[in-house]
């Protein structure tokens, strides 16, 4: 009866480590963000462990606009240089993701519509553990709201 009872508890225990819960809380280099109609990310800030070689972003748009009207994306900046950023993606056309090709942009994702997610991967090679590093939407007119601080380290 015991060993029954002792089978079983290992077994359910066996489960659990496979949830996926548990298997996301143990990738700490992966983060994932939303974006919504409503023009707000879900998060306002992000961190990961400076002991990450690379980080694994993922933006999902929850809304349903489509890309023209609320497109959203994914920028991470120096802190000191998100205005300037974000003015100089105000002259990047839609097709270029309004991302500038400016070494400012320390990391981006593509500019996503409603019902669309993306992933980049990038290396923290180039990031300071501790440093004022913060991240911004892009798309014209959405960085005063939609804005975070990314803590490495
Ligand atoms: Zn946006």
């Known amino acids: ?17 496979l949830l996926p819960l548990h298997a996301h809380a143990a990738d700490a280099c992966a983060l994932e963000i939303s974006g919504t109609d409503q023009m707000q990310y879900d998060k306002k800030e992000l961190s990961v462990p400076a002991s990450c070689k690379e980080v694994t972003l993922t933006l ?8 023209a009207a609320m497109g959203h994306n994914w920028v991470l900046v ?8 974000d003015s100089a993606a105000a002259g990047v056309g839609i097709a270029a993701d309004y991302v500038p090709n400016d070494k400012r942009v320390l990391a981006h994702t593509k500019l ?3 019902g669309e997610s993306t992933t980049v991967k990038f290396s923290t090679a180039g990031l300071k553990a501790g440093g004022d590093y913060k991240y911004l939407c892009t798309f014209p007119g959405h960085a005063a709201l939609m804005h975070g601080v990314f803590k490495f380290g």
Request: no cysteine; charged share 10%; net charge positive.
């Open 1 to 17: 009866m015991n060993a029954i009872r002792n089978t079983l508890a290992a077994a359910v225990l066996g489960t659990a480590g």
């Open 60 to 67: 999902h748009h929850t809304g349903k606009f489509p890309k």
């Open 78 to 85: 120096a802190g000191p240089d998100l205005t300037a950023v």
């Open 112 to 114: 996503v519509g409603g």
